[in-house]
Each structure stands twice: as C-alpha cells, then as structure tokens.
C-alpha cells in the first residue's frame, strides 16, 4: 500500500519559517547522484554524459545552436529510461552534434570576464572551469559554480537567459544528475551567451512600480496577447525579436515585469508553472498540432528555476524567478503573442490514462528521440509531483501534449 505521503504535493510536506527574507522555500527534487552507483543504469548514463562532454562541443552550427544531448538523456534517465533506450538517444542526437574547435586564446583569472557573450571562446571557457575544478576545488564542482555563477558585483547568476535559457537548464541537470561534466558545460554556456539581458537583474533601477495592476503570469499574458501597443510590432515570429523589442518597447516590457510582485512567493510561483505549461499547451487549437519550438523554452526554463530554486542561496531566488519571467515576456512576444484558451487543456479528455501512460509514449513513441518533446513532458510531470494535481489539470496537458504532437512549428 502506497504510504500517504505519496498523495502528498511535495510543497505540502514541509514547514516554512516564515520569520525567514522573503523567498522562495521549495523542497529539492530527488538527485541521481549516477558517479558513484555501481548498476548498470546510472553507470550508463555516466559514461555517456562523459563521452558527450569528450567528443561534442556545447555550441555548434555557426555557434548558433545548443548542445541538448545532456537534457534528454537527463529527462529519459528520469523518466525510466533502460540503458538501450539511452544509447539510443545518445546515437541519434550525437549525429548532429560536432567536435571542439580550439578557441582565439586562452582564458586565465584575469580575464575572464572580458570574453563574456563571445561564442568562440566555447573551449577556452570550460577549460577555465575545469581547471579550476581540478587546483582550486578538489573537484567539488558545487565549489566551481559557488564562486562563478553567484559570486562578484555582477555575477553569471543573471544572466542564465541568454541563449534562450539553456545555461539555465544545462545547470539544472548538473544538479538534477549530480555530475560534474555537465556543470561545466553549463558554466560554459553561461559564460557564452551572457548578454544584455544581465542588466535587468544586476541593475536595481529597472524595477519598480508598474503601472500594471498587480498580477499572475497567466493573467499578464492575457493582457500582453490583447495589447494594441504591441500590434504590428514584427511581421514573423522568433527569437531574432527580442533584441530588437527590448530597442524598441523596454517600456512596455518592464511594464508587465515588474506587474508580477512575488507577494506570496511559493504559491506566486506555483502559478507561475501552471501559465508555463498554459503557453505551451493551450496555445494550440484542436486539430492544428501547432506546439511552437521557442515557446516550449518558456516550460523547460521554468521547469529549470523549479529544480534549482532549492539549492540557489536564499537571497537570489525570488530574482531567479524574475529573471524567468523576463525571459517568458520576452519570448511570447517575440512569437507574436499567441492566444492561450485554458479550454484546450480539459481533464474530461483524460480518459483514464495515467502518468505511466505519458511517460511511455515519452520513452517509446515516435518523439522518444526529440530532446524537447522529452523534456517537455517531464517538465509536466515535476510540476504536477510539486505541486499536486488533484484535479488532473497537469495531466491533462500531458496526456494532450504527448498525444497530440506532430512535431514543431518554428514560425
């Protein structure tokens, strides 16, 4: 008989001191510490995470694209994957992957904020780390990411949004999976796509009071989807907007950034997860198979911040979670603002389909391959275990998700 702990949101599991700095108090997802676990799973899952971090580099075709192959492999391992599941994965999305080049120079102490956003630096910056790993840290790589991604004036912590938020999620994983070779990658990809997004964080005079009526993220992105302001503003969607929108309509973005104020933290950001899940899902209408590749990083970056949230220090949370609302602003309107209809989500369709029914088709359907169909999903399942789902509105999604996907729209 399951204990009653298990029908429990973990959220509820736990007593918060609420005499505590305002923050966000979540308790930490189960690690897969896969170093040291002698079966030949985990051992699996090790050694490809390892042959990946040897033979691929994190940023390839022209620099432009991520390296995903830790995600999915993280995702699936998660998931229930079997060790020939893994080696599949490994096989299909290696193919497209490419080898380190070397970099112009060298990165040492001095400098090493002065190639900050350059791409080509790629190899230099996760040699950096990993040497520091090796002299500095007695290979604790949590010592690595203290110092570099939460420490000095303007630290990486910031930034974890450039490049469509996949510094955020590689450094999940590295949590999630406990392994040091994805965490510098992910201190690599934080270095590299560092960008001008930083100053929205670092800089305290952009927030502010908005003149916006305080609200939840699902509420915001109605309001942002009805306003006229932002008409016309680019004639195709994708990511090559949000430079040019933050030039042209800062205003208005910081307008519906600081209208979501964290009142009350845990719950705000548990409603922050559900509109995370609403972009995605309820963007699409019935029949059209329309699941948008750039909107999906608005779940997977919130899934992200769920995941690290427990073990970032007290004091950067609450700005963890604003930094991914400034991504989720910035990224739904850059795909034109699609319209979200919770009706599209209706548990009613669930017809007794279950967890184990979506985490199949995620290991064994015809997307099983697809490192954001993959991570999707799980990011589904967490935030139902997270927060409850009594009545199956994650499921829903989930069910309706795996289901209903074709593959992705990109415009």
Same mark, same amino acid.
């Given at each position: 008989m399951a204990s009653i702990l298990s029908y429990v949101p973990v959220v509820n599991r736990f007593v918060s001191n609420t005499n505590r700095t305002r923050t966000i108090d979540i308790p930490p997802v189960e690690i897969h510490n896969v170093e040291t676990v002698p079966e030949k799973r985990p051992r699996t899952l090790k050694h490809l995470l390892r042959a990946n971090h040897v033979n691929h580099c994190i940023l390839y075709h022209g620099l432009e694209f991520h390296n995903h192959l830790p995600h999915i492999l993280g995702s699936a391992y998660i998931l229930g994957a079997n060790t020939q599941q893994l080696h599949k994965i490994y096989d299909v999305e290696a193919e497209e992957l490419e080898p380190w080049e070397p970099s112009p120079a060298e990165i040492v102490d001095d400098d090493w904020r002065d190639f900050l956003?350059?791409? $080509? /630096? &790629? $190899? %230099?910056?996760?040699?950096?780390?990993?040497? %520091? #790993? %090796?002299?500095? !840290?007695? /290979? &604790?790589? +949590?010592g690595v990411v203290e110092e570099y991604i939460y420490g000095g004036k303007e630290p990486l912590l910031n930034c974890l949004i450039g490049g469509l938020g996949h510094p955020l999620i590689h450094l999940a994983y590295a949590y999630e999976v406990d392994n040091r070779e994805v965490a510098m990658e992910a201190l690599g990809m934080a270095a590299t796509q560092y960008n001008f #997004? !930083?100053? /929205?964080?670092?800089?305290?005079? /952009?927030? +502010? @009071?908005?003149? #916006?009526?305080?609200?939840? @993220? #699902?509420?915001?992105? !109605?309001k942002l989807a009805s306003d006229k302001r932002l008409d016309g503003l680019f004639k195709e969607s994708g990511p090559d907007n949000i430079q040019p929108l933050f030039q042209k309509h800062e205003d208005i973005v910081m307008e519906y950034w600081n209208a979501w104020i964290l009142d009350d933290p845990v719950k705000d950001f548990e409603l922050s997860q559900e509109a995370a899940v609403a972009v995605l899902v309820a963007t699409v209408p019935p029949g059209t198979h329309s699941y948008n590749f750039f909107t999906c990083h608005i779940l997977t970056t919130s899934h992200a911040v769920r995941i690290l949230l427990p073990f970032v220090p007290p004091e950067f949370r609450i700005s963890l979670a604003r930094q991914w609302w400034l991504f989720a602003i910035a990224v739904y309107i850059a795909e034109l603002r699609p319209k979200i209809d919770p009706d599209y989500i209706k548990p009613g369709d669930v017809a007794g389909k279950q967890w184990n029914y979506v985490e199949d088709k995620a290991l064994n359907g015809a997307h099983a391959v697809d490192a954001h169909y993959v991570k999707a999903i799980r990011a589904i399942k967490e935030a139902a275990r997270t927060w409850g789902d009594v009545h199956e509105r994650y499921l829903a999604a989930a069910v309706r998700f795996a289901d209903d996907f074709e593959g992705w729209t990109f415009s």
């Open positions: 956003g350059d791409a $080509r /630096y &790629q $190899r %230099a910056y996760v040699d950096f780390f990993e040497d %520091a #790993l %090796a002299w500095k !840290h007695n /290979y &604790q790589w +949590k #997004l !930083h100053k /929205y964080i670092d800089d305290s005079s /952009y927030t +502010k @009071p908005s003149a #916006l009526k305080s609200s939840q @993220p #699902l509420e915001l992105f !109605h």
